[in-house]
């Protein structure tokens, strides 16, 4: 049986705004002849899909569907959203790590596919971040390790795959802090199986025409997506992971999100200065070469992994909040 990670707190933050209340005007009470009750459009941003909290009512337990999205998108639109949601559920179908989402149940209901997935409560990374800095906190140099650590462990199960299953959108809004200090990397939406034949196509801008696809640019997110997810055409392989949890990494140390630079420098990090703190030299130094333009300069996941533990003085949760003042420490140069 298979789990999604979805938070009981709105997991990509759409609510409450005008556009939900629109959308819950316009839910669908029921979905597979009765047997899913759909109650609440808890993620409703992304481009070809939404997700809803529901209930089985088979076992009384709740569940994530993510509905294939069919209003405002053409028909080529839908027939690559349906392609997303197939590869989707195919990938999620072979997995199985408890940092994962597994499938429950798979169909399709009045020419829409559906994804039904186990409910995990939780909050992703950025809804903790933004949370946190309201309050004038941030994470503990500690609490980011462990997250680290956590997602290393994650990739490495992808990474080992055969053929390897690259995520390619690693970021905060990806991550969910689950209950017991749980870490779960979810949204495979974009993930793909690397094959060293394999192009990896990007979507082109005459692709992008002719599948009526003019609002994507590039796989990924930006600021977190590697440069060789950009272009015409380029081989998206396991480095391009490690470059986005350096990416990730970056934000957690110096409270810059990198989302917000501009385009000159979408794909410049400032040093991290952490010489002074333990194993600072070597943590700055790994994500340093982590978020090299160079897919081959970048280090293996061991190899983060070994030295994120080594840095860490101990194993944590998150239940550690320092006030933003004391993390003076922790800065990247001015440049």
Not at 64 to 75: E, N
Not at 172 to 184: E, F, H, K, Q
Request: glycine share 6%.
């Amino acid at each position: 049986m298979a789990r999604l990670v979805v938070s009981s707190r709105p997991v990509l933050g759409v609510f409450p705004t005008r556009e939900s209340e629109k959308m819950r005007m316009m839910l669908p009470s029921t979905a597979k002849q009765g047997r899913y009750r759909l109650d609440a459009c808890i993620a409703g941003g992304q481009t070809y899909s939404r997700v809803y909290q529901g209930l089985d009512t088979t076992d009384g337990s709740v569940v994530a569907i993510k509905q294939a999205k069919r209003d405002a998108l053409s028909p080529r639109q839908c027939r690559f959203a349906d392609r997303l949601f197939q590869r989707e559920a195919a990938m999620l179908a072979e997995l199985h790590h408890p940092g994962l989402p597994c499938l429950r149940d798979v169909f399709e209901e009045q020419g829409v596919l559906h994804l039904v997935m186990e409910y995990i409560e939780g909050e992703t990374l950025q809804q903790r971040l933004d949370r946190l800095r309201r309050s004038g906190k941030c994470l503990s140099l500690d609490e980011s390790l462990f997250i680290g650590t956590q997602l290393c462990s994650i990739l490495a199960y992808l990474h080992g795959q055969t053929p390897p299953v690259i995520h390619r959108d690693l970021k905060p809004a990806n991550v969910i802090l689950g209950p017991g200090s749980r870490i779960y990397l979810i949204d495979f939406s974009i993930a793909w199986r690397f094959t060293q034949s394999a192009a990896h196509l990007l979507v082109t801008p005459n692709l992008r025409q002719a599948r009526g696809l003019d609002t994507i640019y590039n796989v990924g997110s930006r600021g977190y997506a590697p440069r060789e997810q950009y272009g015409e055409a380029a081989s998206t392989s396991p480095p391009a992971d490690i470059y986005g949890l350096g990416a990730l990494l970056h934000y957690l140390l110096s409270g810059v999100d990198p989302a917000t630079r501009p385009i000159a420098r979408l794909f410049v990090f400032a040093p991290l200065r952490l010489s002074h703190l333990p194993e600072g030299f070597s943590l700055a130094t790994l994500i340093a070469r982590m978020t090299e333009s160079e897919p081959a300069r970048r280090p293996t996941m061991s190899d983060v992994r070994e030295t994120l533990e080594a840095c860490s003085n101990r194993k944590t949760g998150w239940n550690e909040e320092i006030p933003t003042s004391q993390t003076t420490s922790i800065s990247v140069e001015a440049w």
